[in-house]
């Protein structure tokens, strides 16, 4: 900053401690600040002129300038409402997990000798490698070999479906990888969540005669809506972008595209057919939607999500 | 009188003990559900291909093959995403981590104008997907050449973490705002007091959180995948993702579950060693959202 400025301000309002206070404020959090400027800022502008333009990577953006086309395109195209609806039936998931988990973790919040040792095991799948552990179900998930239809096999005699290779049963198979991965972190959540509650509020309940069914519907469900509330909107933010596993299990996005994502179907046309115009609209229609759900769910927040006063 | 609340309360034990040996079971064969896979996942790397290929269900294996794990580790794509994985998370934690925990310091306890703003900013950047950046992000670093090096991965780091800033300015906020202008007076330099107060006040939250970033560095396959374009500098998870690929034609699926346990194990092991710090943190930044 230039002496001649820097005295302007000193004399408009800071005293000499308190610019120096102000420089030194600044300077400490100009790295994250010129990153923030330089990896997501600049990005987000330049995508969206990008989305306006039929750019490839290569070409010139301003010669290919195509306006809204990109927008009216893709509202056109079937692919990306068949992807669009995948990545919604995916979320089928968040409910399940978010039960699943509600319902261990009520278990899990009593002291039972050895309960923390379950908990790290339901939290294993969480910090392992999405790829490896996407790997790994591929093989479960094997048509003719797999540790699934082994099992069923085994069991019934019939032989299991074909779970990645099918239309259905991949949307299925997709669901219980996901709900299985991240369940466990649903439950460490819901647990600190739970130990938040006052024990007093269940035992004035009890006196009044409230069966355990009760106190969890009308105690437990609503205290621990916070909780619900951040697994829903951290749930439909990550649900939105749903890529990897799929990029893993199903590279090729399934028989007709049944397992392909919004995302997926960017990186495809960006990185694989490199209409990076295209992509971009794409990935800005994401952005939109994403910020739609959630403003929607906070604004709906206030009917449902209680606080313990 | 204090006697009969005495035993009912006995009686209520014992029905709660009863109680809570069932939950105990049932959350026991959750468990083994959960973790199942992986266990298959470590048994078949012992496994002989004919053995997981054969039509009749096994979990043991017979007979016990020790030498996949060897196998995977002379691979020389093994070793070397192994190094690029490590490569990129040296340099980034170390300085990634002192430029958040600077800025955390600065957001939390200095008075500078365009604080809010500029923390506003940075907020919102958690709420942006990345993929809208990813194309741009990915233009960006081909034109500069680093496609064909590791400096995609490492350079935005080094700049810090959002989500690190945004916990330990919250760790920040119990610790009272008094002790800056104690030290002031003191005549303690800015710099000072992040590295000789705050930075020991944030050691353990920090630790915590680099942890976790360093298993957020080890496990990420999307931004390696995008913008690393030379072979000689892929990271292990899309060298474990390309064996896949690679030896799936001749059915090595011990191999392929062998260089997935490998793949998992350090975070696994991180997890189980700082466990507590780790659900406490991730508890925190979950109800506090």
Known sequence: MSGGK?????KKKMNKAEFKEHCWGLAFVSPAFIGFLVFMAFPIVFAFFASLTKWNGMNSM???FVGLNNYIKLFADAKFWK??????????GIPIGMILGLVIAVGMNRKIKGIKFLRTLYYVPVVSSLVAVAILWMWVFNYDYGLLNSIIKHVTGVHGPNWLGDEFWVKISMIIFMVWKGLGSSIILYLSGLQGIPRDLYEAAKIDGSSGWNLFRHITVPLVSPV??????????????????VLVMVPSGGLNYSAATVVFYLYDKAFGSNQMGYGSAMAFILAIFIFIVTAINFKGQDKWVKTIQ | MAKNDEMSSEIKSHKSMVIDRIIFVVLLLGAVFMVFPLIYMILSSFMTKNQILAADFSIIPDPWKFGKYGEVLAKPEFLRGLRNTLIVALPVLIIGG???????????KLNFRGKNGIFLGLLATMMIPFAVVMIPQYVMFTKMGWTNSLLPLIIPGLFGNVSIIFFLRQNLTSVPDSIVEAAKLDGCSYFKMYLSIFL???KGALMTQLILWFMGIWNDYLAPTIFIQNEEWFTLQVV??????????????????????????PTLLLFFFFQRYIIESLAVSGVKG
Not at chain 1, 6 to 10: D, G, M, P, V
Not at chain 2, 98 to 108: E, G, N
């Open chain 1, 6 to 10: 820097a005295k302007e301000i000193t």
């Open chain 1, 62 to 64: 301003m010669d290919n």
């Open chain 1, 83 to 92: 992807v669009l609806l995948n990545t919604v039936i995916y979320m089928i």
């Open chain 1, 228 to 245: 619900t509330f951040y697994l829903l909107i951290t749930g439909l933010i990550g649900g939105f972008q749903v890529f990897v596993e």
């Open chain 2, 98 to 108: 002192f430029t958040s925990s600077l800025s955390a310091f600065s957001f939390s």
């Open chain 2, 200 to 202: 020991p006040l944030m």
């Open chain 2, 240 to 265: 474990i993702r390309s064996f896949n690929s690679y030896y799936a034609v001749n059915s090595d699926y011990p191999l392929i579950m062998a260089a997935s346990v490998l793949a998992i194990l």
